[in-house]
């Protein structure tokens, strides 16, 4: 008894190795970059946060003001009476960002499907490194500090990051087809992480000398970076003469495990399976999908949900683990940065090893589910972890494995099986938007959850925030519950089928 085509098992890898061209590569290392220079200026401001909150408070000197400026005026511009005000007040903007860039998420990627991708990338980031460059070092070297100022830009770099990753998705999944998709977005969003780690290292490095540094380093490593982008990005294989991917893809129908979308829609109904998004046209030019019709896509909104959960746990650990090592163990403020690398290794090394093992078994959602139930175990470990520097880093990067690992799945890989499924045949121009929805919903269950964290630090203690995170973990797991039960059913009816051809 043959095999049905599409139970048959070929490596992901195969159609993959054979499409790419110096051109992928270049794609690959310039999109991942931008965005990790990108995410190293959000990573420098919850690095600086201990400093930024000594400097704002009566509680020591300026000392990056001129010796001969009067204690008293130097007493006069301190924005806080006590440290727990100025904590509460670096909530506030973390909140105050991640709202305005989830905002700009769904907008972002709107623009994208319709504007050079490119142009919109370049944009946001020489734009963005400007805003960050006047927030912590022009404030400083000025010796300006005005609540409201500082929320004003923390709006704007805000909604100036959002046109980022929605860009860089965009930009991949124009280049990266479906066969080995889980792999390589796997690993190419492994650029967070090495944004975080290198963030972290450029302010660990330069911190001595003053917080207003280690902003001026970042902003001016991403505006280089912006240009560089405007320069020398490809947007997708059209431009240099290459073949679409829906060509490549069309021919290649019949190898369908390597081209098969993981979005479970082999349970589609036969007259959804007749439903375009799209209406039917005669241009050959695809047209970008609208922002309601992108909502009703299969898996669309689960998966929106489930990331709201789980990226307000990812961004919580971004935003305050140096904060929390500082705070709570009185560690020095390097060595809390070095520290929290490790959960971004851990990230790296879980989102890549996840991604590779759903492309073998073809789907996505189990492979989820099953870190996240170790990502709740090694939540309550850390926890409990004793204060020893080896004990807390291996913890970190188990934590960094079960929760970056699906995190950075959802927002890649899984964003681009959303915007590239049968549905949406014929226009490329949803995987922006789509891109944007997913994230964007992520990061308003992130803006709330970082003032929840403050608030609950501050009325209950350490302990309990963990056990917030924990039950946002589970709540990850229940909203794509559904989705993890049809696709482990389909796992097990494709198993039967292979048992009764042999």
């Not at 009476?81 to 907008?107: K, Q, R, W």
Request: net charge negative; glycine share 8%; aromatic share 14%.
């Amino acid at each position: 008894m043959a095999v049905p085509g599409s139970l048959r098992r070929q490596p992901a890898s195969r159609g993959l190795v054979s499409h790419c061209t110096h051109h992928h590569i270049v794609v690959f290392l310039l999109t991942f970059f931008s965005y990790s220079l990108l995410h190293a200026s959000r990573k420098t401001f919850s690095n600086v946060k201990v400093s930024i909150s000594s400097q704002w408070t009566p509680s020591c000197l300026n000392s990056t003001a001129p010796e001969l400026q009067p204690y008293e005026l130097w007493n006069s511009s301190h924005l806080f009476p006590n440290a727990e005000e100025a904590t509460l007040f670096l909530g506030t903007l973390d909140t105050i960002f991640l709202f305005s860039y989830a905002v700009g998420l769904f907008v972002s990627g709107i623009v994208g499907d319709r504007l050079n991708l490119r142009w919109v990338l370049s944009f946001g980031m020489c734009s963005s490194a400007l805003v960050v460059f006047s927030f912590g070092t022009l404030t400083e070297w000025l010796h300006f500090y005005n609540k409201w100022f500082y929320c004003c830009l923390w709006v704007v770099n805000g909604l100036l990051q959002s046109t980022g990753w929605p860009c860089v998705v965009a930009v991949m999944g124009n280049w990266f087809g479906k066969a080995g998709r889980g792999f390589v977005f796997g690993l190419w969003s492994a650029c967070a992480s090495v944004g975080n780690i290198l963030g972290a290292f450029l302010a660990s490095c330069v911190l001595k000398y003053g917080y207003e540094y280690a902003f001026l380093v970042t902003a001016s490593v991403q505006f280089a970076g912006g240009v560089i982008v405007f320069f020398g990005l490809l947007t997708s294989p059209k431009e240099v003469g290459l073949p679409e991917l829906g060509a490549d893809e069309d021919e290649a129908s019949v190898e369908e495990d390597a081209n098969r979308p993981l979005m479970g829609s082999d349970d589609v109904e036969d007259d959804d399976r007749n439903y375009s998004i799209q209406a039917a046209d005669n241009d050959n030019e695809p047209k970008a999908i609208g922002f309601f019709q992108a909502c009703c896509l299969p898996g669309v909104i689960l998966y929106s949900l489930a990331y709201a959960c789980l990226k307000l746990v990812n961004y919580s650990f971004f935003f305050w683990l140096p904060f929390y090592l500082s705070n709570n163990f009185g560690w020095k403020e390097a060595e809390a940065d070095q520290l929290s690398i490790w959960y971004d290794v851990g990230g790296i090394i879980g989102g890549t090893i996840q991604g590779l093992i759903s492309d073998v078994l073809q789907k996505r959602a189990p492979v989820l589910a099953v870190s996240l139930l170790f990502a709740v175990g090694s939540l309550f470990g850390y926890s409990q972890s004793e204060y020893l520097f080896c004990t807390k880093a291996v913890i970190l990067s188990l934590s960094g494995f079960f929760i970056g690992g699906p995190s950075n799945m959802i927002s890649s890989a899984i964003s681009a099986d959303l915007g590239r499924q049968d549905l949406v045949r014929g226009s490329s121009e949803a995987l922006a938007t789509v891109t944007g929805i997913v994230d964007g919903t992520g990061s308003i269950g992130a803006a709330v959850g970082q003032y929840l964290v403050s608030l609950i630090q501050e009325n209950l203690g350490w302990m309990w925030v963990f056990y917030f995170f924990i039950l946002m973990t589970s709540s990850t797991i229940l909203f794509i519950s559904p989705l993890i039960v049809r696709e482990v059913r389909m796992l097990l009816h494709e198993r039967r089928l292979r048992m009764l051809a042999e």
